[in-house]
Nanobody, 128 residues
Framework: QVQLVESGGGQVQAGGSLRLSCAAS????????MGWFRQAPGKEREFVAG????????VYADSVKGRFTISRDNAKNTVYLQMNSLKPEDTAVYYC?????????????????????WGQGTQVTVSS
């Protein structure tokens, strides 16, 4: 079965950086669109960033554009989220997600309903 395991979360001061990783197994990784979402206490899960199957296309939420970078290594079955200039409002549980899509799907998935597989999440806490 498909498994997604996130790592790299932790506590950091505002202005700092973290790099999240998501290791995938049980799937042909290069055939899956990948994304990162986050959920803060009392809030709905929100899209953060998505990447196409090849890694050539990326989409970001406005709130993280210019600060976060999503990338993938299809040889390592891993997707990354480099987070720079972190703010307290970035505090949340971050989830990795995967979706096979179809031939008619957009190259990057940006909504939670498009994703079939989810990781368990990793906590990111940014202190002021």
């Amino acid at each position: 079965q498909v498994q997604l395991v996130e790592s790299g979360g932790g506590q950091v001061q505002a202005g700092g950086s973290l790099r999240l990783s998501c290791a995938a197994s049980g799937l042909t990784f290069s055939r899956y669109r990948m994304g990162w979402f986050r959920q803060a206490p009392g809030k709905e899960r929100e899209f953060v960033a998505g990447v196409s199957r090849s890694g050539g296309r990326t989409v970001y939420a406005d709130s993280v554009k210019g600060r976060f970078t999503i990338s993938r290594d299809n040889a390592k079955n891993t997707v990354y989220l480099q987070m720079n200039s972190l703010k307290p409002e970035d505090t949340a549980v971050y989830y990795c997600a995967a979706d096979r899509g179809t031939g008619y799907s957009p190259v990057v998935a940006t909504t939670a309903v498009e994703y079939d597989h989810w990781g368990q999440g990793t906590q990111v806490t940014v202190s002021s």
